[in-house]
Nanobody
Framework: QVQLVESGGGLVQAGGSLRLSCAASGRTFSRYVMGWFRQAPGKEREFVAAIRWSGSSTYYADSVKGRFTISRDNTKNTVYLQMNSLKPEDTAVYYC?????????????????WGHGTQVTVSS
């Protein structure tokens, strides 16, 4: 198991940027595939981005491709989500998730470690 704590959310105007961080505890962080998901009010949790343990493989939802970038620093046990050109429809609670594996996946049920989330609000 790994403990995950997100930070970096906030209120930003459309077109602005935010950088989310997810700090993980545990000595085996580098074995985990890390993902970001989000959930808007009244909607189901949806995949945003994921990154393989080595950082060599990433995957993005079509809705954020070209605007968001996921990265990780295994020396700091931290994964990041750089969000640029934010839109009001990006407003949601953003969750960090992890599972031990070697394949980047988009299905939330496959991730067995979750943070508590951080709110991102984009005003128009």
């Amino acid at each position: 198991q790994v403990q995950l704590v997100e930070s970096g959310g906030g209120l930003v105007q459309a077109g602005g940027s935010l950088r989310l961080s997810c700090a993980a505890s545990g000595r085996t962080f580098s074995r985990y595939v890390m993902g970001w998901f989000r959930q808007a009010p009244g909607k189901e949790r949806e995949f945003v981005a994921a990154i393989r343990w080595s950082g060599s493989s990433t995957y993005y939802a079509d809705s954020v491709k070209g605007r968001f970038t996921i990265s990780r620093d295994n020396t700091k046990n931290t994964v990041y989500l750089q969000m640029n050109s934010l839109k009001p429809e990006d407003t949601a609670v953003y969750y960090c998730a992890a599972y031990i594996g070697n394949v980047v996946i988009t299905t939330a049920s496959r991730y067995d470690n979750w943070g508590h989330g951080t709110q991102v609000t984009v005003s128009s």
